[in-house]
């Protein structure tokens, strides 16, 4: 991808003021944005269930013939029970919810017909509130071995953080101990009483999103935070992770930014998973604002894509039905503030303002629908972007080499003009198809239009393309196994991978490339050793295979590593975060002189991995902030051969607080402990 330096834009408009170059009228056409899609940048393969929603027990919908028809059309592959903060105080065996209201005719099997109806699978919510481990392990036994029902998900409880432990409660918990501890033991009994009754389901622990309260917070007493005291009690009992993501928003706009944060979100959370055995499932979300309109959509197809991508094995948004709530206009159309995928029917206080009649579907349904045409089961998604911020793009490659590119337009008022570039894939020449859901449109649209190369997206659009293959994928080598990395340093690495299975003809070598598409290296073996890294940075890199005849096969799996800090320097650092608060916290690095002569009036160093990380102020020498970049000066000399100085500073952050990589002393790389 090329893109102008704004710098350049500026620069040139100066010039044709100064020449007194025409104006330019306010109809112009604007450049057409660029996209790039690089199908040897592969991402995770989507799963059977990568599709989901919610549904609940006080919904007196669930189950009926119209919602599970409807669900069937979305392409919905798994469906959560029996909704949310509900689950803590359900019992499945009499139906009943003490405490809240229970509809007719949602009971577990009425729940499970509707679930085999549409062909999904359930993720069951095992009451950990107000239950035991012997009311769910009785739960499995009357799914799988009673009824033969199959149900392989199960979660312990629904947002148990929330029990009170931090200083908040809206979720329901009997316990005499709120801990993260205490919650762990039971899962663990929970996890050994179901699985005695069928070793075959999938177990799941309630974790924190990244950056999300009460992420990063100790509470009096604990080992550590909710996620890590969990996962080190509990890791080897479960199967999975379930995480909750609201990350709202002051406006349309503001909360349509909040994707920007899922990359490096699920990047922290597996890093503190540790075990590539377990599974992530998101089982809640939807947007800040305009819950009903085209920004739910939006936010809808861009979050489950870029969840999917991150290898989450299902997406559920909230909610099926939900009821109405603050009534607004967004981009022309009223929303009603109501966080179900279908209208509950019904009105405000004074009958002023009504709901469409009963399951009449919102924009996110429609966007739903969008993504059953984008993402099948098997299908890898593969990395793509944009020169524009507001243009949103997602891809997938299909194994009869289909490719699906997925644009997303979040300007309210604006068409836009894109420019597709593909690299490591040839789209046919003929007009792809085209499948969009517009701004108040009624539902999703399919025709032929445009070319591959040149797409023109209304404002404020879903838009799918679905692009063959120039000559068919036949023949084609095997992907490569997902890389590993091994002696990794601060500068190389070796990265090495299962081989490809051959096609028709002998493979010859494999290409190991970056994310942005640079190649690092090639090899005929399944080994390269890569150097010229930059210390303390994160990498991801993919290989394919080339065979003796040019033929190309689909990306490896991505790999994700970080270079670490040098063994030894004449400097070494260590950054601790003391006191975290949930979006800020107080921060302490220590540096150390490991050489034979004193430093003053020496700069320490270091870039935020984000551009949301920030220094509020700093103590024991001069804090400065340029860009993503922080030095510290004026500090008290160092004395040689060990002499430490600790500098402190508070930090803050919006999104995920990924500590920085690697620090230098007067442009010396630290080692770092």
């Known amino acids: 991808m090329s893109l102008r330096p704004r710098s350049l834009v500026v620069a040139a408009a100066l010039v044709a003021a100064t020449l007194g170059a025409p104006a330019a009228h306010a109809d112009t056409p604007a450049a057409p944005v660029d996209v790039t899609v690089n199908a040897r940048s592969g991402l995770a393969t989507v799963a059977g269930t990568a599709l989901g929603v919610n549904d609940a027990v006080w919904d007196a919908q669930l189950g009926t013939t119209a919602v599970t028809d409807l669900l069937g059309a979305a392409g919905v592959k798994m469906i959560r029970y029996p909704g949310g903060s509900y689950a803590d105080i359900y019992h499945w065996k009499d139906n009943t919810a003490p405490g809240g209201y229970v509809a007719p005719d949602t009971d577990f099997d009425t729940f499970m017909g509707s679930v085999k109806r549409i062909g999904a699978q359930p993720m069951i919510i095992a009451n950990y509130g107000t239950g035991s481990a012997a009311e769910a392990a009785d739960w499995v036994r009357y799914a799988n071995v009673t009824k033969g029902y199959g149900a392989r998900y199960w979660a312990i409880g629904n947002e148990n953080y929330g029990n009170g432990h931090y200083g908040t409660a809206w979720e329901a918990d009997d316990h005499s101990d709120l801990s993260p501890a205490q919650y762990a033991n039971e899962v663990i009994d929970y996890s050994a009483a179901m699985k005695a009754v069928d070793p075959t389901i999938k177990v799941g622990a309630v974790l924190t999103m990244p950056a999300n309260w009460p992420d990063g917070i100790v509470a009096a007493g604990d080992m550590g935070t909710w996620n890590q005291t969990v996962l080190q009690l509990a890791r ?65 197809a ?123 894939y040839s789209p046919s020449s003929a007009a792809p198809a085209v499948t969009s859901f517009l701004n108040g449109g009624a539902g999703v649209q399919t025709a032929a239009g445009g070319s591959a190369g040149s797409q023109t997206l209304p404002a404020y659009s879903v838009t799918l393309l679905t692009l063959h293959p120039a000559a068919a994928p036949t023949g084609l080598p095997g992907a490569p ?22 096609g028709r003809h002998p493979i010859a070598k494999y290409e190991v490339f970056r994310q942005n598409g640079a190649e690092l290296g090639e090899t005929s073996a399944t080994t390269l050793s890569v150097g010229n890294l930059s210390p303390g940075t994160r990498y991801t890199v993919t290989v394919v295979a080339r065979d003796t005849a040019g033929g190309v096969s689909r990306s490896s799996l991505p790999l994700t590593f970080p270079t670490g800090a040098p063994s030894s320097s ?27 002569a004193a430093l003053s009036g020496w700069t320490l160093a270091f870039t935020w991995p984000t551009g949301w990380q920030g220094v509020d102020s700093g103590w024991n020498g001069t804090w400065s902030q340029s860009g993503r970049t922080v030095r510290v000066t004026d500090s008290p000399a160092l004395a040689a051969g060990g002499g430490t100085v600790s500098v402190g500073f508070v930090g803050n952050y919006s999104g995920p607080n990924i500590p920085p990589g690697a620090f230098t002393v007067n442009g010396t790389v630290c080692s770092t402990s």
């Open 236 to 300: 080897t009992s479960i199967d999975f992770v379930d995480i909750h993501w609201y990350p709202g928003g002051s406006s349309a706009a503001d909360s349509l930014t909040k994707t920007q944060y899922l990359d490096d979100a699920l990047y922290l959370l597996r890093k503190q998973i540790g075990d590539d055995r377990i599974q992530i499932s998101l089982t809640e979300t939807n947007v800040g604002v305009g819950e009903d309109t085209q920004p739910g959509a939006l936010f809808l």
């Open 302 to 424: 861009d979050a489950y894509s870029s969840l999917i991508e991150n290898g989450v094995f299902t997406v559920n948004w909230w909610n099926v039905h939900n009821g109405m709530g603050t009534v607004s206009t967004v981009a022309g159309q009223t929303d009603y503030g109501d966080f179900g995928m279908l209208s509950s029917g019904n009105c405000n206080a004074d009958n002023s303002v009504c709901e469409p009649p009963m399951n009449t579907p919102f924009a996110p349904y429609q966007a739903l629908k969008v993504m059953s045409a984008f993402t099948h089961p098997g299908d890898q998604m593969i990395r793509a972007g944009a020169s524009d911020p507001l243009v949103k793009v997602h891809a997938s490659l299909q194994a009869n080499g289909d490719l699906g590119v997925l644009l997303l337009n979040e300007d309210p008022s604006a068409a836009k003009t894109v420019s597709l570039h593909y690299e490591g």
């Open 481 to 502: 196994g997902r890389p590993a990395a091994s002696a990794v340093t601060d500068q190389a690495a070796t990265i090495s991978w299962p081989a490809a299975t051959p």
């Open 570 to 596: 004449t400097c070494s650092v260590h950054f601790a975060d003391t006191n975290d608060w949930g979006n800020g916290y107080v921060g302490q690095i220590d540096v150390t002189n490991n050489g034979a």
